[in-house]
DNA sequence: TCATCGTATGCCCATATCGGCATGCGTCAA
DNA sequence: TTGACGCATGCCGATATGGGCATACGATGA
């Protein structure tokens, strides 16, 4: 349970580090999706994923860890709601590359000096 | 080297299967992001983000893979330039939730049946 | 030809993953 | 109280990660 104690050598980042880290599951993001519908419990994601009870557990976790879901207790069930204020930072780091993908690379160095001189005005 | 072949347990998808896993680690949106000033050396990059070259050199081989970056061989050194249009999947998944990190929680629901009578308008 | 620079890799380590299965546990209905 | 249901966890296995270090390799320059 090592917070963020790294001494020595390294692994991947935890899932549960943040965000970006989460979504990297497609499992994950199809999760995500699915809960823009509205809440659900838990097995009724799993069934609709095709995927275990206990997977679905474990995937909502993870997103509950990083903030991207929302548990409310519903009797026996758990209704699992989204929380996309998350994602709020991915798709801004993102969108930071935004003018880079929509100009060819053959143009790119140009580009690039172009941003280079209007810079200011960002 | 198992393209893609699990059989049996699994672990985590290769960080090399996409940009979603490519982009999970800080050190590699901070090679990004350095990029997008224009190309660059190993060297350079590893010293710009204090790391070492065996250590820029695998993560830019990851980015490489998923084609987010390029590489040109110049003399004896390698330049490696942005290729950002694999960061538009992300971008464009991302956004599916951006009308939900506007509206508070408490309007969620509301929000959502709001969604539903509208969807023929997206 | 040979030394050197700039990189890519291989190998090893510690760790985290994701999946399955079994099981623990709390809630509600008989 | 007892069962059943809904869900969370624990444990194991196979695998991939990211880092360090040493090293192999290609290109250039002396």
Redesign the pocket.
């Known amino acids: 349970m090592?917070i963020w104690a790294?001494d020595?050598?390294?692994?991947?980042?935890?899932?549960?580090s943040d965000a970006f880290?989460a979504i990297?599951?497609p499992?994950?993001r199809d999760i995500l999706a699915l809960l823009r519908a509205g809440e659900r419990?838990?097995?009724?994601l799993a069934q609709e994923l095709g995927?275990?009870?206990?997977?679905?557990?474990?995937?909502?976790?993870?997103l509950r860890e990083v903030g991207l879901v929302r548990?409310r207790e519903a009797?026996?069930?758990?209704l699992y709601g989204l929380d996309a204020q998350g994602l709020r930072p991915v798709h801004e780091w993102v969108g930071g590359f935004e003018r880079f993908w929509n100009e060819s690379f053959d143009r790119l160095d140009t580009y690039v000096q172009d941003l280079e001189r209007t810079r200011q005005e960002d």
Chains 1, 2 share one sequence.
């Open positions: 090592p790294y020595d050598a390294m692994a991947r980042a935890a899932t549960t880290n990297a599951e499992q994950r419990p838990v097995t009724d995927m275990s009870q206990p997977r679905a557990s474990k995937h909502l976790r993870v548990v009797g026996k069930q758990r």
